[in-house]
């Protein structure tokens, strides 16, 4: 096939809300500061885990592309917060949806997972290695927050997005993209407390702490984001004026604000999301591009770039010309289990886990 093309969409939203002023409750920090700051005005928490996330984002996307499970034959699961190492989590997606046989694999590039999943899967159906793909950006971060550092924990939610991409010799779906890595700068966004490295007998759950150098990602992130920008949308052969919509990984409204204005491109073209969510990871820009989808933003056609960027330092951009259908060829009614408690409430559970080791 000459193109893959993204057939269906879903995004998945757990039902919690923690907003600024709850967590003024716990932290030195203020709706004032974080709004005006970062953007964020709230974001979500889950009840669940990622992998049901996942699999509600799933079944959504498989619907509204029209296309039954069976015939999934590749699942990539974009996150750095999987159920477990082993096995890996797009094998419970798998097993959710029912589907027998799929190439089934996790990819960590941390807020970019999804992203890189994208171009992945493009390949796979390019090449002819898949025939349709199942794509995932999926995420629980409140999970390995650290609640007591308010550099970090004002930042992320929780959330899912799936794509479901197909083979097509129509001129559409992926045009370009670039994938890049600032490893030199890998220590100044980590995680502490999970991994292998950490198992030597000191750590268990709950002792996770974050290295943040905010300035300096904020840096790379725009430099990282605008430069992957002007290559991908110079090897699609279109120009910067020909890119109609904007849908781009939120991690700090700032951030938009410096790589659009780097870009030449007006505010108006570009989707912004992060008021409700704030930093969903590897979800943000997949359900970003299926918030803009369900909203109109997106039109048969349309010239859309997808610029991200996360931790590793990891960067991409990817340049989509949208294909015919905006709307969803099926509905589906499958949700969550309700959530009885407020985000406040699960964030304090969050709190209560035992810590051992660690620098607090
Ligand atoms: O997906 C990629 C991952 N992350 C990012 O892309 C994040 C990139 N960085 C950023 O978004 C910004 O750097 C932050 C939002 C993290 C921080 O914004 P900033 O404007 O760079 O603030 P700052 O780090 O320079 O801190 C300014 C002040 C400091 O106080 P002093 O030293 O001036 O007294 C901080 O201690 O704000 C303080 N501060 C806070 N105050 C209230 C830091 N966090 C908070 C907070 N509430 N949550």
Sequence with gaps: ????????????????????????????????WIASRTGIKERRVSHVPV?????????????????????????????????????NTASRVQLLLGIKSAASFDLNTACTSGMYALSVASSMIQSGAARTALVIGAEVITTIQDWTD???????????????LQGTDNDEGLLADKLGCFAESRDILRVNGIGM???????????????????EIFKKAVMGMSEASEEAITKSGLSTGQIDLVVPHQANLRIL?????RLGVTPERVFVNIQKYGNMSSATAPVALVEAIEEGFVKPGTHILMPAFGGGLT???????????????????????????????????????PRAGGPY
């Design 1 to 32: 096939m000459k193109f893959a093309t993204i057939t269906g969409w879903g995004k998945c939203l757990p039902p919690a809300i923690l907003n600024n002023d709850d967590i003024s409750t716990f932290l030195d920090t203020s709706d004032e």
């Design 51 to 87: 992998s049901d996330l996942a699999h509600v984002a799933s079944v959504r996307a498989l619907a509204a592309a029209g296309v039954d499970a069976e015939d999934v034959d590749l699942i990539i699961f974009g996150s750095c917060t999987p159920d477990e190492a082993v096995p």
């Design 150 to 164: 308010r550099n970090v924990a004002v930042l992320f939610g929780d959330g899912a997005a799936a794509f479901v």
């Design 197 to 215: 490295r950490y198992i030597d007998g000191r750590t268990i759950l709950g002792t996770i702490w974050w290295d943040f150098l905010g300035q």
């Design 257 to 261: 604000d410096s790589v659009v204005k």
């Design 315 to 353: 960067y991409s951009a990817h340049v989509i010309r949208w294909g015919e259908r905006v709307t969803p060829v099926r509905l589906t009614d499958i949700d969550l289990p309700p959530c009885e408690k407020s985000g406040l409430e699960l964030v304090q559970e969050l709190m209560r886990r």
